[in-house]
């Protein structure tokens, strides 16, 4: 039951084309073939969209757009750096102009609540792309000291300049559709790339509305397309083209290994963000009980729980380990769950059926491994994906629930003796994604941030993104890191000149 009377009239118009088509040289193209896949609203169930399934074919030319875009006589490759960033600005403006219409696509596709789609997918998608818009003018090179000797009295200057690395494959998941786009987009097009995104088909509908913001932006026809469609067919087609010079990746670990492998049978260059187990390790000397337990509350809860760096482990020390699990419990069982466009919601439906049904599965397995169900663990609406925030506690550190991404609300807590065991345990995990640390004895935390396997790591807080904070996982969490000046690197190819003069 949402409150639909209410969209935004773009929002309205967009959502009366009912078949959305691909979005390809800076304007809808049908695609190649019949296929649609249907997009449903997690809290009412309704299907509020098709989109097509894009064949190798769309996928052919999507990416021939994007080359078009990339020829060094294209209006985009000739345009200023200051000229480029510009239009990243306005396309920032533009983003938070239509924040209501994204937050609200957001919602209806994905499930969850506006506030969020409006913080961080709408407000965080336009403060990414005003910073990248920012990095335009700053991409650099070096100058280098060679010791080769020069014949004939002769001198060198040696340098190395960056430059774009070509048209770049942008796939990412649905859990933030419209931010998790525009960490890959907003970097690629700022360092001259141009870009083929394939959204989930989960969440479709924002990556298409975002493409036609850009070309209201002046982005030049071509270098932002969006081909739609499934993982199988259409992301495999995009990963696989050997025009692709990049490839940039958010979602699982099992299909960054596929995507791993098809960028290699290309050599194509590859960034993988993949799952994560966050570790929480709360010490007996945290700041403040109350505190610690509604961080490590929002930390997994947040979302869904449908966060890479969820927090989806808490490791407490044996003193505190009851009452701090009782106020996370309490913080839990106090979060309101109902539909994505209740402003007063703490908790929304996950994104699909089909998820759902893997969290659910995963609680029982919880469950039957002998692990202690403290709070939630079912869904209390008769209609849509719902799941309560769900906490378990467990002596075993060897069980499917503390050892796979559940990518849900769903908590798991284990108490812990001293230090050394909170961080044999925190990194007894085959991802290495993020981890927080609660205390405010100084010298544990460094300790702990020098020896924790995580690629972020915050002390007294739940993990947030910033543009310009890296965010990537070490082990089974990825390869490369995104945002910051590393994420506008990433789509840079680094050329050495060496002149004899
Ligand atoms: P998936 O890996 O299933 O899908 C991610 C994207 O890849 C989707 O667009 C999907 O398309 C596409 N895809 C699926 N199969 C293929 C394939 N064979 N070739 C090319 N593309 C393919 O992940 P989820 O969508 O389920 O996302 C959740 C996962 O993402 C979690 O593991 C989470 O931890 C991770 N994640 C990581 C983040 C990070 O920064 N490290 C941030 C956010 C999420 P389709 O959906 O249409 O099948």
């Not at 409150?3 to 959305?20: C, K, M, P």
């Not at 290495?432 to 205390?439: I, N, P, S």
């Not at 995104?482 to 002149?499: A, F």
């Amino acid at each position: 039951m949402n409150d639909t009377a209410a969209l935004t009239t773009r929002l309205s118009e967009f959502l009366a084309l009912q078949n959305h088509k691909h979005f390809i040289h800076g304007a809808y193209q049908s695609g190649s073939t019949d296929q649609q896949i249907a997009v449903i609203n997690s809290a009412t169930e309704d299907v509020i969209g098709r989109v097509s399934l894009g064949s190798a074919d769309d996928v052919d030319a999507a990416v021939a757009s994007a080359l078009k875009a990339f020829h060094h006589a294209s209006p985009w490759r000739r345009m200023s750096p200051d000229d480029r960033g510009k239009i990243l600005y306005r396309y920032a403006d533009l983003i938070e102009e239509h924040t209501e219409t994204i937050a609200q696509l957001v919602t209806l596709e994905n499930g969850k609540l506006i506030k969020d789609s409006r913080s961080s997918d709408a407000g965080g998608a336009a403060k990414t792309f005003r910073y990248y818009a920012g990095w335009t003018t700053k991409i650099e090179g070096e100058t280098l000291d060679l010791s080769q000797p020069q014949k004939g009295g002769k001198q060198n200057f040696a340098l190395t300049r960056r430059e774009p690395i070509g048209v770049v494959a942008a796939v990412v998941p649905w859990n933030f559709p419209v931010s998790i786009a525009s960490w890959k987009v907003a970097p690629a097009l700022a360092a001259g790339c141009t870009v083929v995104l394939k959204p989930s088909e989960e969440t479709p509908l924002s990556a298409l509305l975002l493409a036609e913001l850009a070309i209201e932006a002046g982005l030049p026809p071509g270098v932002l397309n969006v081909v739609t469609g499934d993982g199988a067919t259409t992301g495999a087609a995009l990963t696989s083209h050997p025009d692709v010079k990049k490839i940039t990746f958010t979602g699982s670990t099992h299909t960054g290994k596929l995507i791993g492998k098809a960028a290699m049978e290309n050599i194509t260059g590859v960034s993988l963000e993949l799952g994560g187990k966050s570790p929480a390790v709360v010490f007996d000397d945290m700041i403040d009980q109350a505190e610690t337990a509604k961080g490590i509350a929002a930390g997994i809860f947040r979302n869904q729980g449908q966060v890479c760096v969820a927090g989806s482990r808490v490791y407490i020390q044996k003193k505190s380990f009851d009452r701090v699990l009782t106020d996370i419990c309490h913080a839990g069982e106090s979060m309101k769950i109902s539909h994505g466009f209740d402003e007063t919601a703490d908790l929304g439906p996950l994104v699909s059926k089909s998820h759902l049904q893997t969290v659910q599965a995963y609680i029982d397995q919880g469950k039957k491994d002998g692990a202690q169900l403290l709070s939630g663990g079912r869904n209390p609406m008769e209609k849509g994906y719902y799941m309560q925030p769900t906490v378990f506690s467990a002596t075993d550190h060897q069980q499917t629930i503390i050892e796979e991404e559940i990518f849900g609300p769903v908590l798991v807590a284990v108490p812990f003796d001293d230090l050394e065991d909170a961080l044999e345990k925190a990194n007894d995990s085959s991802m290495g994604l993020a981890a927080t640390v609660w205390t405010q004895d100084i010298s544990k935390a460094m300790t702990m941030i020098n020896r924790l396997q995580a690629g972020v790591v915050y002390v007294n807080s739940p993990v947030r993104s910033d543009p310009n904070l890296p965010l990537g996982g070490y082990k089974h969490s990825g390869i490369g890191r995104e945002l910051g000046k590393t994420g506008v690197y990433n789509y840079t190819t680094l050329k050495s000149v060496n002149i004899v003069f």
